[in-house]
């Protein structure tokens, strides 16, 4: 036994992965969206499981309240803004040196992602919100990749396995369940039910890697950890043939992107994120010496810039966003942004 067989001997043992599993789990190549709390736990178990590599994607740098519950991440990256997925990158490195990690800091919008997924074997969620989990539905569909949802909330949290061309797409989900619209921001978030979700996650994740399709689950998860409920609901009948993600005559609305400006506020903080609408157009190198000129309080790492103005901060990277914090009044960041940026 090499040492590589060595590492991963307890996954082998099980028998439903055995040594043609992880073999085949050695080849697979997982794009994982949001590198906070889902996406650190599932990027984790990836690489201690050995795949062969990981693509991160996250538009944040790492911010004190996110320690509680958001794996790989240690003060030292806080104190210093690093960007998630390069934080989550070197922290993975150091976990398993023989997974590729390629972390890209910047907003998963259609256009990026779907440069990626010709060669994606595997679509994890882990980011916040709707408008990113419904593009990765239309390219999970139009890529014919499973793709595995995933959200919590307070100490509540769902999962659900969709395998294009089997099972129903978020969109036919989503049509006849309630889902929760609830954010971090307003009711909190305990670690836990994070870690239910990707349990979640990472056994499916397993399956579909190790080439165990017949195992993969057919239920909608959704729990309460606080509230000791488990639900586990037959999903088969809620597919629709006439959904636009995964019907009989797909359109992908998803994917269809606008190009205007586009403004969010970010989950769990007191910040707007500023989208232009043309991506890596900002000369920040002008900025920062206005901006210095003007005696405004500037800063940063090799991954952004951050400025501070009349007690405001804003955080700019490199492909034209920015975060603006302080505020979760769109508009006023709307505001402060083209005060920056004229
Ligand atoms: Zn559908």
Redesign the pocket.
């Known amino acids: 036994m090499d040492s590589q067989t060595g590492r991963y001997s307890r996954q082998m043992l099980f028998k439903p992965i055995g040594p043609e599993g992880q073999t085949e789990i050695g080849k697979k190549h997982v794009l994982i969206v949001g590198v906070g709390a889902l996406g650190t736990h599932t990027s984790e178990l990836l690489a201690r499981a050995g795949v062969r590599k990981l693509t991160l994607i996250d538009r944040d740098y790492v911010d004190k309240s996110n320690l509680q519950r958001q794996h790989l991440f240690t003060e030292k990256d806080a104190e210093e803004q690093w960007p998630k997925a390069e934080a989550a990158k070197e922290r993975l490195k150091s976990i398993n040196s023989r997974v590729e990690v390629e972390a890209i800091v910047g907003q998963a919008d259609a256009a990026l992602l779907d440069g990626l997924m010709e060669e994606v074997d595997l679509l994890v969620d882990g980011t916040d919100n709707f408008e990113t989990r419904f593009l990765m ?1 239309d390219l999970a ?1 139009k890529y014919k990749v499973p793709y595995l949802f995933g959200s919590c909330v307070g100490s509540f949290g769902m999962a659900f396995t969709i395998i294009p061309g089997v099972t ?6 989503i049509k006849r369940l309630p889902i929760q619209g609830q954010t971090c921001d307003t009711v909190g978030i305990i670690a836990p039910a994070v870690q239910m979700v990707t349990a979640h996650q990472g056994a499916e994740a397993l399956k579909i890697l190790s080439g165990n399709m017949k195992a993969v689950r057919k239920t909608y998860v959704s729990f309460d950890l606080w509230e000791n409920e488990y639900l586990s609901l037959k999903a088969g009948a809620l ?2 043939s006439g ?5 009989d005559s797909p359109e992908y609305p998803f994917l269809q992107s606008g190009r205007e400006m586009k403004v969010a506020v970010l989950c769990g903080r007191d910040t707007v994120q500023v989208r232009p609408a043309e991506s890596g157009i900002l000369p920040l190198e002008q900025l920062v010496s206005q901006w210095r000129s003007a005696g405004l309080e500037v800063g940063g790492n090799p991954f952004l810039i951050s400025v501070v103005k009349d007690g405001t901060k804003a955080v700019f990277f490199k492909d034209g966003r920015a975060l603006i914090h302080g505020t979760k009044d769109m508009n006023e960041a709307r505001k402060i942004y083209h005060s920056l940026v004229g």
Request: charged share 15%.
């Open positions: 539905n569909q129903p797409c978020l969109q036919c989900l597919k629709d959904c636009l993600s995964c019907g």
